[in-house]
């Protein structure tokens, strides 16, 4: 089975502007998480779909937000760019709730700079 | 609330030489423990999982981890180093469906594994 994927893999914005990353988990997988990671804040939980739902949310403004679509393909959305965004951003895909030994396994990341 | 800790910054072992890299964890109810690596550039790489049953756990690559209930902890084990095995290590902890809880990932500060030839 192909693994997560995630695009782009690289992108440079300046403040203000917003952007929008995607994220195809694996086939059959239905929930998908996102994660911000930097240096200073380590790993941090952003959100979570489930069947185009969105069931939780991490500690962070407005300004981000996310989607699922009928597919599991997901996108998260950045609005009005800072320079504390610039950021490792990571898709981890699972089957979902029900399995207890359900297992998240993560894309290669969008390496967000923003100047 | 649900949390771990990695009291490590940096692990330094000799190839060769068995290795330790250390979790501690602070949960209500039974822990959902979870161990990642991440090379250089890129994603996290699942490597093994404690849910339930036998305290000792294996996983990818020759790593095993050890669940210990009485002193909250799930370190990371492997007999023989491998230079290839430097890099960050991720411990984390989740909540188990069914109790209202969603799939979030807690995860430690990390720790990096420098194996010397």
């Known amino acids: 089975k192909a693994g997560v994927t995630q695009t782009p893999r690289y992108l440079i914005k300046t403040r203000g502007q917003q952007v929008t990353l995607s994220c195809s988990p694996i086939s059959g997988h239905r929930s998908v998480s996102w994660y911000q990671q930097t240096p200073g804040q380590g790993l941090q939980f952003l959100f979570e779909?489930?069947?185009?739902?969105?069931?939780n949310k991490g500690n962070f403004p407005g300004r981000f937000s996310g989607r699922q679509f009928s597919n599991s393909r997901s996108e998260m959305n950045v609005s009005t760019l800072e320079l504390g965004d610039s950021a490792l951003y990571l898709c981890?895909?699972?089957?979902?709730?029900?399995?207890?030994?359900?297992?998240?396994?993560f894309g290669p990341g969008t390496r967000l700079t923003v100047l | 609330a649900q949390s771990v800790a990695q009291p490590e910054d940096q692990v330094n072992v000799a190839e060769g030489n068995p290795l330790t890299v250390k979790c501690t964890y602070s949960v209500s109810g039974n822990p959902y423990l979870f161990w990642y690596v991440q090379y250089p550039n890129r994603g996290l790489q699942f490597l093994l999982k404690?849910?339930?049953?036998d305290n000792l756990v294996k996983g990818s690559y020759g790593f095993e981890a050890e669940f210990n209930k009485s002193q909250t902890s799930f370190h990371l084990k492997k007999p023989s180093a491998l230079v290839s095995d430097s890099a960050l290590y991720f411990c984390?902890?989740?909540?188990?469906w069914g109790m209202g809880n969603t799939g979030k990932l807690i995860f430690g500060q990390g720790t990096t594994l420098q194996v010397k030839p």
């Open positions: 984390a902890v989740r909540d188990p």
């Open positions: 981890a895909s699972s089957l979902g709730p029900g399995g207890d030994t359900d297992t998240q396994y």
């Open positions: 404690y849910i339930t049953g």
């Open positions: 779909y489930f069947s185009e739902t969105q069931r």
